[in-house]
């Protein structure tokens, strides 16, 4: 059972630990791919920032704010043949050729992309390129981030002695030409930007690594719990078998006897066995009752019938029942006079039987037990406690579960099913009460019971 349980354990970490890896991973994987994509968003607005710059520095032909945007072309038609476009070196008067000039329309769609390659062609001179206006630029590129909804504290530097671009940057050059000095943005706090794109994955991520670790603590939890639940269930067999075993053996004794070898023609003899026989069968009965109104009071079968009731001529007469036979150094408190509790009667007795007879076949010769009780809020509370030999922490919160031992070893000195402080906590309940237990190794054990008062 322990290797399969270690085996599966195994099996459960491998597959959770997979499980975070992955999601770690992906986190990382999605990080850089959001660094990459904004670095190159931010190179591609300082690209349009340039074109834009150049575009409103340059002194474009006003053909081309026309509403049909077209630019003039100088065609020269050689005579009495086919066009052809030529460079005229000499005068054009005395020229074999025929100057003609077309207007050529430009599609909108391309009007842009024109206008930047004539601006750039214009820029290309050394007067325009040593006149940059950073502050002019940075105004336009401050413009493009806006648009991408980018807000970044940034600078602009120009690189006249540069001719490359290192990645990682965000640098582009100032126009075609082969000597372009290089513009540079260094931005502040990019990873803002960054942690604000990604951090709806993160978070998600971080979400399903916990949701794994918490399932895979869920689940060392649950399999616990069925570890216990089969010790519990093959300790209660363990004890059926040997609380079933002394009752058959008597009656099969007594049974013998009176069958057998003649004790039915004896009445003493057969008096005193029958009454025997009628003890064990009744403490059998007992037993089987209290393991039905478990049942019944847990399914709502069986309900309370509370009315008011003397609660200190209820509790006296239960220590009476525990002291008439033997010398059990019991006290009964009750500090704030209560008197007439709206209980149940029957319910009270088996709770305050149960307990007290829990801490006087647990607590050893010299125990001491007390009961106490208090006005408490709006209702009242029972104490009862012991001077016995405690419990252990760790077994605290398994005592109110039905068929559940204190482990003692294989050896149980007291005879029992694990039913008591099942049953009562069920008949507190019924009551709409709560029960706690405080208890310490060596020093005692106290049963604390709330109850509503109408």
């Known amino acids: 059972m322990k290797k399969r349980v270690t085996f599966l354990l195994f099996i459960a970490a491998l597959t959770a630990g997979g499980i975070i890896l992955f999601q770690c991973y992906w986190v990382y994987n999605t990080y850089k791919t959001g660094e990459l994509n904004l670095s190159k968003q931010l190179a591609d607005a300082l690209q349009r920032s340039i074109d834009n710059y150049h575009v409103g520095q340059s002194e474009l032909p006003l053909s081309l704010k026309a509403t049909s945007p077209f630019l003039s072309v100088l065609n020269v038609v050689e005579k009495d043949t086919s066009l052809h476009l030529k460079v005229i070196y000499s005068d054009v008067k005395h020229s074999p050729y025929t100057a003609k000039i077309e207007q050529v329309p430009i599609n909108p769609v391309n009007l842009y992309h024109l206008k930047v390659m004539l601006a750039e062609t214009q820029f290309m001179s050394a007067t325009l390129m040593n006149a940059v206006k950073i502050d002019t630029l940075k105004a336009i590129f401050k413009g493009e981030l806006k648009r991408s909804n980018i807000d970044l504290p940034f600078n602009l530097l120009l690189l006249k002695n540069q001719r490359n671009l290192p990645p990682g940057k965000i640098m582009a050059y100032l126009n075609y030409s082969k000597n372009s000095p290089i513009v540079e943005a260094v931005f502040v706090n990019k990873s803002r930007v960054l942690l604000a794109q990604n951090i709806v994955p993160a978070i998600i991520s971080i979400i399903l690594i916990l949701f794994s670790a918490g399932s895979l603590c869920y689940m060392w939890i649950i399999i616990r719990r069925q570890m216990q639940l089969d010790h519990i269930k093959n300790d209660f067999i363990s004890n059926v078998t040997h609380e079933l075993r002394t009752p058959i053996s008597i009656l099969k004794?007594?049974?013998?006897?009176?069958?057998?070898?003649?004790?039915?023609?004896?009445?003493?003899?057969?008096?005193?066995?029958?009454?025997?026989?009628?003890?064990?069968?009744?403490?059998?009965?007992?037993?089987?009752?209290?393991?039905?109104?478990?049942?019944?009071?847990?399914?709502?079968?069986?309900?309370?019938?509370?009315?008011?009731?003397?609660?200190?001529?209820?509790?006296?007469?239960?220590?009476?029942?525990?002291?008439?036979?033997?010398?059990?150094?019991?006290?009964?408190?009750?500090?704030?006079?209560?008197?007439?509790?709206?209980?149940?009667?029957?319910?009270?007795?088996?709770?305050?039987?149960?307990?007290?007879?829990?801490?006087?076949?647990?607590?050893?010769?010299?125990?001491?037990?007390?009961?106490?009780?208090?006005?408490?809020?709006?209702?009242?509370?029972?104490?009862?406690?012991?001077?016995?030999?405690?419990?252990?922490?760790?077994?605290?919160p398994f005592i109110f579960e039905k068929f559940y031992r204190v482990p003692s070893g294989n050896l149980h000195e007291v005879k029992g099913y694990g039913l008591g402080l099942s049953y009562v906590k069920q008949l507190v309940i019924s009551l709409n009460g709560t029960i706690s237990v405080k208890s310490k190794i060596n020093s005692g054990t106290i049963f604390t019971i709330q109850f509503p008062q109408k």
Not at 378 to 396: A, R
């Open 253 to 396: 004794s007594t049974h013998e006897a009176l069958y057998k070898y003649g004790g039915i023609a004896e009445p003493e003899k057969a008096d005193r066995y029958l009454k025997i026989n009628t003890e064990i069968l009744d403490k059998l009965d007992h037993n089987v009752d209290r393991i039905l109104d478990i049942t019944r009071y847990e399914s709502g079968d069986k309900l309370a019938k509370p009315g008011f009731i003397n609660i200190n001529e209820l509790i006296n007469a239960v220590i009476e029942r525990f002291t008439l036979d033997a010398a059990y150094n019991m006290e009964f408190s009750n500090p704030g006079g209560l008197e007439d509790i709206f209980t149940d009667t029957y319910i009270m007795d088996t709770i305050i039987s149960n307990l007290i007879d829990n801490a006087t076949k647990y607590g050893g010769e010299n125990v001491r037990v007390k009961v106490t009780i208090n006005p408490f809020g709006k209702g009242w509370q029972l104490i009862i406690s012991d001077n016995g030999p405690g419990i252990d922490d760790k077994y605290l």
